[in-house]
């Protein structure tokens, strides 16, 4: 069955500097990868997905991750981190031959300092 | 508006007894999912479908209970079997690409 890990419990950053959430994930055959953010109390919203293609992949709110196969990693990146970024991030991940079967990781607890 | 909607959104409930929580989608997804969130581990899948009167178990089915008679409709009842119930859950519907998720009901037992 595909998993997905990530290392890092809590990312802390400061306003305008890069960030990256990092992600791993195991699956069979090719990987279809997301992010995911999550703010108190609610549901999660939707940052970017890869299918296939370009490795560098960019979402919403200035947000890009990048694939790598040789890795297995699909790593969360932003040139410049905002206050209002702090929040729970998950990457999920969903296996070829099984996609409707979607597995998220432990989460990644973001905060931006100003 | 098209969205998954999740109600209540917050839900009380004694030792003993089944509750269940409803989520419905007018996004005309095929799949539909049921996740519950504790603090510090993340998502975890309790059952999934993939079509209207099919259902598989996820990691922690044990102790809830589903139904997909309606594409629209995947309610979820939490049994009294279910020990610790205590959580925030999640439903999501998706087609082939990313999962759209409704705004969760936080369940509490008391």
């Known amino acids: 069955a595909q998993s997905v890990a990530q290392p890092e419990d809590q990312v802390n950053v400061a306003e305008g500097n890069p960030l990256t959430v990092k992600c791993t994930y195991s699956?069979?055959?090719?990987?279809?990868l997301f992010w995911y953010v999550q703010y108190p109390n609610r549901g999660l919203q939707f940052l970017l997905k890869?299918?296939?293609?370009?490795?560098l992949v960019k979402g919403s709110y200035g947000f890009e991750a990048e694939f790598n196969k040789s890795q297995t990693s699909f790593h969360l990146k932003k040139p410049s981190a905002l206050v209002s970024d702090s929040a729970l991030y998950f990457c999920?991940?969903?296996?070829?031959?099984?996609?409707?079967?979607?597995?998220f990781g432990a989460g990644t607890r973001l905060t931006v300092k100003p | 508006d098209g969205g998954i909607t999740q109600s209540p959104k917050y839900l009380f409930r004694k030792e003993g007894q089944n509750v269940t929580l409803s989520c419905e989608q007018n996004l005309n997804h095929d799949a539909m999912y049921w996740y519950r969130q504790d603090p510090g581990q993340g998502l975890r899948l309790i059952y999934y479908s993939q079509i209207v009167n099919d259902f598989q178990k996820g990691d922690i089915a044990e102790g809830y209970s589903v139904s997909r008679e309606k594409k629209e409709s995947f309610p979820l009842t939490v049994t009294s079997a279910q020990k610790n119930p205590t959580a925030f859950y999640l439903c999501?519907?998706?087609?082939?690409?990313?999962?759209?998720f409704g705004q969760g009901t936080r369940l509490t037992v008391v």
């Open positions: 890869y299918i296939t293609g370009d490795n």
């Open positions: 699956v069979s055959g090719n990987p279809y």
């Open positions: 999920a991940v969903r296996g070829l031959y099984n996609n409707n079967d979607m597995r």
């Open positions: 999501a519907s998706s087609t082939l690409g990313e999962a759209f």
